[in-house]
Every structure is written in structure tokens, then in C-alpha cells.
């Protein structure tokens, strides 16, 4: 399936400086009041890749990526992205800067039609852009052409998971950031699921992928972290860390 | 597939409204309807006489409910968007009747109707064009300053202060304005009328009827069709969410109370064609009934506000029409009690969110 | 008036102008005994009845030189049947002490004299839509409309609103709007100028009396405004303390406490007759006066400049029934 996507906003503008990958945290501690949930985390992502984070529930996996996509901000350490310090940006301007991100629990907008959905996510875009985009995540989603203007609360749970993910991708990210995409979903639909974040990796997207599915998420991934109470505890190429003694007992119900 | 591709607000739209449109015809045929029999049969009246009188008084129901609509929106936007009850709301129209008046008295220079119309249509656009931004800027200049600050403390604090803003505006117009009833000019020719059905129906109610419905359909098509009023919709919705599509929601929030200021101006401007006097605590009363009118919709929802407006314009116009206007406000307060004793959301039901 | 009892220096006090305000004040009064006259307080229960009583601890102090409104309200309605030949009214009231009370006595004495009271309604004066509440009273065809209460409690208006909706017959109140001419700020005529050509509102006391040319003439010298209202009542009451102030020095009070229950004494003297500007005038056990005049004004859209002001037309004695 290739489908029609504009193709120069997303190879024409990745330049990294200097090299460096385009998502750099370093040091980053992030706080809820008094609760200190990222204690130092070191973590990057490079164009292209599809890099997933694992761990146990309350690990941070969820405030890490809200700190990147500027939900949170981190208290002491940096966020950077595409050589920028984007530590204190709010998400609304990160949006316009390439990061797309669909959030632990969907959060579509319930009493919107699929469609007011997928144009919320196209928000920051020029109006011209939008209909081949449209098709795009139609094509990738042909359940959500048959929902189009079903109200977004009363799609299944799968079907509202499809439209985070499209409404998420109408902003035309280069980096997105799924948290949980498969939760609750058959089995039959997770590897559906999976299989269509590769498909949009492939299609240029870098992903940044939080799981408790981790066995899946290894497979599609190129490298993994291993994230616990905050602190990142592992990292390497996703193959190494699926077959590491430790993570295999914890995540991955083995002993 | 460029059908699909083309976005709609809602599952057929164009027939939900012309539904709605055909309940609300049928419900003030209805109120009329009733009003009629009950003049003939409580008021004394003969049948022949009381039909006039009924549809008099439907009209005059339509533009004093039309006055509540306009009002009550304002409130139940911004409920819908920040969940404040913006108390000092009322006060907002207040001003917005202050400065109407004193544009129209500064250029007239007297209290007389105006009878050339094309003279008559400027100064009201004049009056609304000049009103309107002011206030709605007000609106917005006082949530920046005041509500914002507040707008991650607990519930209790943005509240609290809301009274606090309603004194402070009802006190600077009690400074500059004094006590008393002041005078608004009643520049539309209040003996112009069509004769309908045996009534003289006055054509300044006409006017303030459907300067509303322009200004609510217009409210209508913003929030359901454009990009912004979609945002907004999607603010009110989740927050966090909608950061994530990119919008900005102090922006969304400061054009919501734009919004609310602007429709409290166009309220404040017939008001005081209608009824000829401002005064400085005209916020109170008007906005407490506006406000529960927009409890009776269904708080954060716009036709909710604008059907409550509707029904509390209703019930006291019957109440007057039948002799017991000192009850009035007793029966708007039992009849919301009943509605949120067996429908605590209101009428159309949805706490917030849905402004379609 | 507390720090004004605690003053030995007061002997007197003339006020104050509203019924309300007399009703908080004469307990305090009464308790020091220190005699006070009011210009312009009407309520009935200030004086008579279980009300007039539960002010007072001790001996009355209190007497006023304006009748009261068991006799301002009947006044209107002989008035609108007899001068105005109008048989039928439609009564609206304010929902207040005053305005009820008024409207009620204006009622009884309606329907007495043979007249038809098509309805009487109510409306507080946080009533937004009054256009409503004329509609209705248009279509009970009065003759003409009795307003119960004051300016700042919607007779102007209501006056504007019975307008609007063409019912154009005469709009009679009491006292309560009769507060100044058309370039009086907040005052009736200035809010319902417009509309106010069939207006008619009473006053109290007499409207006209031996020398008012001289004494308005003084006022607008002294003072540089017109004299309206109870103006000369103000003057009348000064009139009762003064003379209230010689018959107790007579009596040689030998102290300032001593003085002040001479005044008292000689001021609510039931016998005696005071020679006031208004006329001759003696106070009752309760403190209201024998003179049972009520004046009646209409609109004169001429007078202040164009501005239009009251006019007095007659007076109605109930004294003289
Ligand atoms: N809004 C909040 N206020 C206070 N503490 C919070 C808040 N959100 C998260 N936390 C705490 O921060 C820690 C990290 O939470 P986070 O949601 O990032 O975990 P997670 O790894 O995503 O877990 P899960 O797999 O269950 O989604 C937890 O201990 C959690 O209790
Ligand atoms: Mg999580």
C-alpha cells in the first residue's frame, strides 16, 4: 500500500545538526509536584528508526513522553529536537515543529464525528494539505472511511485507538509518539496494529513507541529502553534486549 | 473518494436542524396556543379578544427570551470551556446597555425616535459595531488579568473571585452612573407595528428576535464549521488533547470570552431599546436569569442556552400575561429545580463539551 | 441618630424624609426622648395601629406635618372618578411596604366610591420585562392606571412600558414619583419625560398655601434649586421645633435633659394649635397631623425650561368628607 503522501515535508526537512540523532533527552528529571517520576533520563531517537520504551506500570514510560511532546516539562535536563532545545516549548508549538503524539487512553474527542477528529488533528495544517491526508490515514484505517461521521465516543475501542493514531498523523509528524497503542485491544487487531506502525514508519515517520506488549514491540523495533522508577536501567539494539536475562523475566513472562 | 474528504459537522446536520427548527415552531404555536385558553379561561378574557393578546404576548415572550438567550450564552461557553461560573457575566451586558446608551444619547444628543431608516439602521450597526468589540475585549481583558492566573488553583478560588469582578463592575458603574435608573434612548420608533391576527406586533420586537437568531446562527455555524470554532469545541472537550492537535488554549479561552462579551453587547444594546432605562445592577437580575437558563439547557451547551433563554423568556412572560408577575421569579426557580431534580444535566443533557 | 441622642446639644430633629428610615430611627428617638417632626414620611404604620406601638417604649415623640397614606391613596382614586371621570383602573404595585400598602388603600377606596378595578398586579422592583406586564393590562381596557410605589421601583418604567404597548390613559402614583422636574436627575419626570403627558402624582399635604409665591421665591434664593416637593413642609416642621423650643423655655428646664422632654412635651401637645406655613395644625396622641390634605399634580411639559415639571391642579381634603 503506498498511499498518496506528500513526501517532501517529511524527507526535506529532517536535517539534523551536526549529526546528531533528532530526538536527544539528556539528564532529564521531570516532577509532579513533589512526586520526582523521571529521575535522569538519557534517551534518543534517530530519524528513521522506530525505537520503543518498556517497563513496568509507573516506570514513567507515559511522563516521558509528555515531557517530549511538551506536556510536561522537565525540572533540570534537556529535551532536544532536530538540535533545538525544546525543554520549555509548549505542545502546541511542538506540534507545528513535527511531533505528533497520541496519548495513553486515546483521548479522541468523544463528542466529535471521526471526521472533526482527524481535522482537529490536522489544526496546524494549510487546508490544501488536508484531503490527501485525509486519504492517507483512510487508506491505512479503511475502518474509519465506514465511521466517518460516527461520533468518536461511540466507536469500539479498537476503532477509537485507529483514530488516535490517524488524528495523530493528520499533523504530518516526523517524530510520533505512541503510548500503548495495543491496550485493550484482540489479538488479532494488535498485530494489525503493529504491523501498520511499521507501515508508517516505512513510509518515513520515526516512531517512538511506549509498550507493555513487549515482546511485540521488540520485534518491530530497531532498539528498545528499559525504563524503571524512572531511570533508564537498559538500552541497545532491540534484538540484545529481548534477549536479555533480566528483561525476559520481567517483561516478558518468562522464568 | 472526495465525498468523505469534504468535512461535516455532525450526522446530517441540515436535517437536525430543520428538526430543531420544527420543534421550535411547534412549542411557541403551543405556548400561544395555551396562553389563549388560559386567558379566555383564567383571565377573564372573551375567546375572541384573548387570541390578539396571546400573540402579542408569544412575540413579546420571543424578544425578552431572545435578551436571556444572547446573555446566557456567554455564561455557558465559558462553563463549557474552563468550567468557571463566570458570575460577573451579567455585569458584562450591564456595561454592554451602558455603553449603548451612551453612544447613541452622545450622537442623537436627545431621547427621540428615529424615523428616517436608513439614519436608524446606521446608528444601531454604529451602536453594535462600537459596543461590541469594547466589551468583548473588556471580557477578554478580564480573564487575562484575573481568571487566568487563577486558572489551576482549586475550583473555589476563580469562583469566589468572579463575585468579586461582578462587584467591581457594578460598583464602576454605580460611581460614574449614580444609583438611579438612568435613561436609554429608545431610538426605534416604538409605534411602528404590523397588524397580525387582531395584534399591533411591534416591529422593534421583530428586530430584537431576529438580531439574535443572526447572531446565534452566526455563533452556530462558527463553532460547528470553522477551524477555530472547532477548537474551541475541542478545548472544552479535553484540554491536554487539544494542545496535542496544536491548539492554543489561552487563545481559544480569551476568544470564548470574546465571544460571550460580544453577544452580552448586541443583549445590552436592545435591552435598552426596549425597555428604556440602564442601571447599574441590571447585571444582577438578568444575568441570574441568564445563568439559569443556561442551567436549563444544559451547562456548556449553546442551543441548550439559547432553548433555556427561550424558556425562562416563556415563563415570565406567562406569568405576567396571566397577573401574577410577582411570581415570576419563583416560578423560573421551581421549574429549574424540577428540571435538575429528574434531569440534573438540563434539557439537552451534556455537562460540557457538546456546543453543537 | 444614636450619636445624635447621646448629644445633650440635640434638642430636637426634623426628618427624616423616608418612612423607612423614620421606622429604624423612631425607637432610638423615643427611647431619649427627643422629639422629631418629619417633612414627609407617610406610612401609615409609623403612627397607628400594633406596628406604630412596637416602636415605642415611652411617651410619643413624633409627629409629622404630611398626612398619611390611608389618605394619600384614596385621595388618587376620588380624584381619577370625580376630576378625571375615569371608572375603571388597573392597579399595579411595587411589592414593598409602601407601594402594597398605598395601592390597597387606593384599591378599598375605589371600589367604595363605585369604580371598577380591572386588576391589580405586582411587580418587585427587580422585574426586567414590565412591556409584558402592560400588554396584559391593555387588554383589560382600563381607563386609567394606578402605580403603588416610587420612582427607583419602576414607576417610570412601567409608565415607559404602558407606552410602548399603546395604552395611553391616565398613569396616576403617589408621592413617591413626584421627586422633581424633568431636569431632576433619576427623577420620574426625567425618565418617562417622554410618555409622562397623561401623568398625574399627590403629594401629602397641601400643594398651595397662603404666600407659596413668596416662600418658593425665598427657597430658590437661598438655596438655588427649586422647591419641590416637601419642601415646604421641611419649613413647616422647622416652624413646630422653634415654637416647640419657646413654650418649653418658658417652663424654665434646668438642664439640657431637662430641656430636651420640654420640647418633647410641648412639641406632641395635643391641644395645641401651631400656625404653620401650610395652615393651622394641631397633632394628634400618635402624631399625625389634623390636616387631611392631599394634592394633586399633573405633567406640564412647559415648566423647567421645557423640561417639564409638576403642576399643581387641586387638593383633595379628606378632612372636609
Ligand atoms: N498527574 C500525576 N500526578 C502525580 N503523580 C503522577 C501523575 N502522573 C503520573 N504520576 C506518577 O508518576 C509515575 C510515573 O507515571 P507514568 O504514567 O509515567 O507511568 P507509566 O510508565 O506510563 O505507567 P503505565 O504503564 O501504568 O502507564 C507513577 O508513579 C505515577 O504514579
Ligand atoms: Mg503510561
Given amino acids: 500500500m503506498t498511499a498518496p503522501i506528500a513526501a517532501s515535508t517529511i524527507t526535506g526537512t529532517a536535517a539534523s545538526v551536526a549529526g546528531e540523532p533528532m530526538l536527544v533527552l539528556e539528564e532529564v528529571n521531570t516532577y509532579y509536584g513533589q512526586i520526582h517520576a523521571l529521575q535522569g533520563v538519557d534517551l534518543s531517537v534517530a530519524e528513521g528508526e522506530i525505537v520503543t520504551l518498556i517497563g513496568a506500570n509507573g516506570a514513567g514510560k507515559t511522563t516521558t513522553l509528555k515531557t517530549i511532546s511538551g506536556l510536561l516539562h522537565p525540572r533540570h535536563g534537556t529535551v532536544r529536537f532536530e538540535g533545538t532545545d525544546v525543554s520549555r516549548t509548549p505542545a502546541h508549538l511542538l506540534v507545528r515543529r513535527g511531533i505528533g503524539h497520541a496519548p495513553e487512553g486515546r483521548r479522541i474527542f468523544s463528542r466529535m464525528s471521526v471526521l472533526e477528529n482527524l481535522m482537529m488533528g490536522a489544526f496546524t495544517r494549510e487546508t490544501p494539505t488536508i484531503p490527501p491526508d485525509l486519504e492517507r490515514v483512510m487508506t491505512l484505517f479503511p475502518r474509519l472511511r465506514e465511521r466517518s461521521h460516527q461520533l468518536g465516543g461511540t466507536l469500539s475501542g479498537g476503532e477509537q485507538q485507529m483514530l488516535a493514531i490517524g488524528r495523530a498523523l493528520m499533523s504530518h509528524p516526523r517524530l510520533l509518539l505512541l503510548d500503548e497503542p495495543s491496550l485493550g485491544l484482540s489479538p488479532i487487531l494488535v498485530q494489525q496494529i503493529f504491523a501498520i506502525i511499521r507501515e508508517i514508519n516505512s513510509q518515513g515517520t520515526t516512531v517512538l513507541l511506549v509498550e507493555q506488549n513487549a515482546l511485540q514491540a521488540l520485534s518491530i523495533a530497531h532498539r528498545a529502553y528499559v525504563l524503571q522508577t524512572g531511570r533508564v536501567v537498559l538500552a541497545g539494539p532491540a534484538k540484545d534486549v529481548m534477549s536479555n536475562e533480566t528483561v525476559r523475566k520481567a517483561y516478558l513472562g518468562e522464568d | 473518494m472526495t465525498a468523505i474528504a469534504s468535512p461535516a459537522a455532525q450526522p446530517n446536520p441540515l436535517s437536525r436542524g430543520i428538526r430543531m427548527t420544527v420543534i421550535a415552531v411547534v412549542a411557541v404555536v403551543a405556548y400561544m396556543l395555551i396562553l389563549w385558553v388560559l386567558l379566555f379561561g383564567l383571565g377573564g378574557r372573551t375567546v375572541a379578544n384573548a387570541f390578539p393578546e396571546a400573540l402579542q404576548q408569544t412575540v413579546n415572550a420571543l424578544s425578552i427570551g431572545a435578551i436571556y438567550a444572547l446573555i446566557a450564552l456567554g455564561y455557558t461557553m465559558v462553563y463549557g470551556i474552563i468550567e468557571l461560573i463566570n458570575f460577573a457575566h451579567g455585569d458584562i451586558f450591564m456595561l454592554g446597555a451602558f455603553l449603548a446608551t451612551v453612544f447613541i444619547a452622545g450622537i442623537t444628543g436627545n431621547n427621540d425616535a428615529v424615523t428616517n431608516i436608513p439614519l436608524l439602521i446606521v446608528l444601531l450597526l454604529g451602536a453594535l459595531v462600537f459596543t461590541m468589540p469594547i466589551i468583548g475585549l473588556l471580557n477578554v481583558g478580564i480573564e487575562r488579568a484575573v481568571y487566568r492566573p487563577l486558572r489551576h488553583a482549586p475550583r473555589l478560588a476563580p469562583l469566589i473571585t468572579a463575585v468579586g469582578v461582578s462587584f467591581i463592575l457594578q460598583n464602576v458603574a454605580l460611581t460614574i452612573a449614580g444609583s438611579g435608573d438612568r435613561k436609554s434612548p429608545q431610538i426605534f420608533p416604538l409605534d411602528w407595528t404590523i397588524p397580525i391576527g387582531g395584534a399591533q406586533v411591534s416591529i422593534l420586537s421583530i428586530f430584537i428576535f431576529v438580531l439574535a437568531m443572526l447572531l446565534m446562527l452566526a455563533l452556530q455555524a462558527f463553532v460547528s464549521r470553522t477551524r477555530l470554532g472547532r477548537a474551541m469545541r475541542a478545548t472544552a472537550q479535553d484540554q491536554e488533547a487539544s494542545a496535542l492537535m496544536g491548539v492554543d488554549a489561552n487563545q481559544t479561552i480569551s476568544l470564548t470570552f470574546l465571544i460571550g462579551g460580544v453577544l452580552a453587547a448586541a443583549a445590552g444594546l436592545v435591552w435598552g431599546l426596549r425597555f428604556g432605562f440602564v442601571r447599574f445592577d441590571l447585571g444582577f437580575n438578568s444575568g441570574l436569569k441568564a445563568f439559569t437558563a443556561a442551567v436549563l439547557g444544559g451547562i456548556g451547551n449553546i442551543t441548550g442556552a439559547v432553548i433555556g433563554g427561550f424558556i425562562i423568556g416563556f415563563i415570565e412572560n406567562g406569568a405576567a400575561s396571566l397577573g401574577y408577575s410577582r411570581w415570576s421569579e419563583f416560578l423560573v426557580f421551581v421549574i429549574l429545580t424540577l428540571v435538575l431534580l429528574f434531569k440534573p444535566t438540563g434539557i439537552l443533557g451534556q455537562l460540557t463539551g457538546d456546543r453543537a | ?321
Fill in chain 3, 1 to 321: 441618630m444614636t450619636k445624635i441622642v447621646g448629644d445633650p446639644n440635640y434638642i430636637a430633629v426634623v426628618g427624616p424624609v423616608n418612612s423607612g428610615v423614620a421606622k429604624a430611627q423612631i425607637p432610638i428617638s423615643n427611647a431619649a426622648g427627643l422629639l422629631q417632626c418629619s417633612p414627609s414620611n407617610t406610612n401609615t404604620a409609623l403612627t397607628v395601629g400594633d406596628a406604630a406601638k412596637a416602636l415605642r417604649t415611652k411617651p410619643n415623640n413624633y409627629i409629622r406635618v404630611v398626612t398619611n397614606d390611608a389618605i394619600q391613596g384614596p385621595a388618587a382614586a376620588a380624584y381619577i372618578i370625580t376630576v378625571l371621570k375615569k371608572t375603571s383602573v388597573y392597579i399595579i404595585d411595587d411589592t414593598e411596604t409602601f407601594g402594597k400598602g398605598i395601592a390597597d388603600s387606593f384599591e378599598a377606596e375605589f371600589k367604595k366610591r363605585g369604580g371598577t378595578v380591572v386588576k391589580h398586579d405586582a411587580a418587585p422592583k427587580t422585574t426586567q420585562d414590565y412591556v409584558s406586564i402592560m400588554t396584559a393590562a391593555k387588554a383589560l381596557n382600563p381607563q386609567s392606571i394606578y402605580f403603588g410605589g416610587v420612582t427607583a421601583s419602576g414607576g417610570a418604567r412601567i409608565a415607559l412600558a404602558a407606552a410602548q404597548v399603546g395604552l395611553d390613559v391616565p398613569f396616576v402614583g403617589p408621592d413617591g414619583i413626584n421627586d422633581g422636574s424633568g431636569d431632576t436627575k433619576d427623577s420620574f419626570l426625567n425618565l418617562a419625560n417622554k410618555v409622562a403627558k397623561n401623568a398625574y402624582s399627590t403629594l401629602a399635604g397641601p400643594g398651595t398655601f397662603e404666600g407659596k409665591d413668596k416662600f418658593d421665591a425665598d427657597y430658590k434664593k437661598e438655596y438655588g434649586i427649586d422647591a419641590t416637593g416637601y419642601a415646604g413642609q421641611g419649613y413647616a416642621c422647622t416652624q413646630v421645633v422653634l415654637d416647640a423650643l419657646a413654650r418649653a423655655a418658658k417652663t424654665n428646664p434646668k438642664d439640657s435633659a431637662a430641656l430636651r422632654e420640654a420640647v418633647r412635651v410641648a412639641g406632641t401637645d395635643t391641644t395645641y394649635e401651631y400656625t404653620l406655613d401650610v395652615g393651622k395644625v394641631k397633632f394628634d396622641a400618635n402624631g399625625d397631623t389634623s390636616q387631611l390634605i392631599v394634592s394633586i399634580y399633573s405633567f406640564d411639559p412647559a415648566a423647567a425650561k421645557g423640561k417639564g415639571d409638576w403642576k399643581y391642579e387641586t387638593q383633595v381634603d379628606a378632612a372636609q368628607k
